[in-house]
């Protein structure tokens, strides 16, 4: 039995979604969460910036001796992802194409919608698999960049969220998308809004569940198990404001940061 810890990053506080699947999945597997809430949101940022940041925090959770690494953040994923992949001595997992897979099976033939961060949808990450597994399947992209200080603003039942998500999908509702994904770990926050936007009809793609399958497909196939008789601790590493984090963060698990885990404040050392 490997009793490393997973090590999780996102950007802040979205990655969450995908923290609390992979503990659903892997109960008996302790976990190590950071979020970078200091220098939240990396969707405008450049990749050189971006790479830096991924790099610092990987090695980071390294030090911390994780078994795995799984990067929670779209933009992350696209932009850091095979850098992260060649520096790392641990396996590393993105977030993209559990995510892709997902939504060619829920389009069934039909147009696919991506939402994200502009670095996501300029990066063409997810456009670009999509067309490797569908080339007969039409794509609708586009950066949605107020979304993510809405969630993390905590201010996802306002009228400014309702009026953004507006905004930003009228073009897909207009083009009659079979599935769209949220191709930001923040976005499964607003998932009911986006529903209630599209009257229930598109398959709303989240990639937290089909990643957390991937990750536990991993660990099998490298046999790096945890004991499955144990229980699972939770490790939490913020780089800014842990009260705040905690807060939001209870939005995204449903439950309580106060007892049963470990919140830390992290400075980088620039």
């Given at each position: ?33 950071f ?47 095979n ?18 897979r ?57 009228e ?16 009659s ?13 607003l ?80």
């Open positions: 039995m490997d009793t490393r810890p997973i090590g999780i990053f996102d950007s802040g506080v979205g990655g969450l979604t995908v923290y609390k699947e992979i503990r659903r999945l892997l109960p008996h597997e302790d976990l190590i969460y979020g970078d809430t200091a220098r939240v949101p990396y969707g405008g940022k450049s990749v050189k910036v971006i790479q830096k940041y991924s790099s610092e925090i990987a090695r980071f959770l390294e030090i911390q001796g994780v078994k795995l690494l799984v990067v929670a953040c779209n933009t992350a994923s696209a932009l850091a992802l850098r992260l992949k060649s520096d790392c001595s641990v396996p590393v997992i993105g977030v993209i194409d559990p995510g892709v997902a939504a060619v099976r829920a389009a069934n033939g039909g147009k696919i919608g991506v939402i994200g961060t502009r670095g996501t949808i300029n990066s063409e990450a997810y456009q670009s698999r999509i067309i490797r597994l569908r080339s007969d399947i039409e794509v609708l992209a586009r950066p949605c960049p107020l979304l993510v200080p809405i969630v993390e603003e905590n201010i996802i039942d306002s400014i969220a309702r009026l953004a998500i507006h905004m930003y999908l009228q073009e897909f509702k207009s083009a998308v079979s599935s769209l994904i949220l191709a930001c770990t923040h976005y499964p926050l998932k009911k809004a986006i529903s209630d936007f599209f009257g229930g009809g598109v398959a709303l793609i989240d990639s937290a569940e089909e990643t957390a399958f991937e990750v536990k497909e991993m660990l099998k196939a490298r046999r790096i198990q945890g004991d499955e008789n144990h229980h699972g601790k939770d490790e939490f590493y913020v780089s800014d404001c842990p009260e705040s984090f905690s807060e939001i963060g209870e939005a995204f698990l449903g439950r309580s940061m106060n007892s049963g885990c470990f919140l830390h404040s992290w400075q980088s050392d620039d």
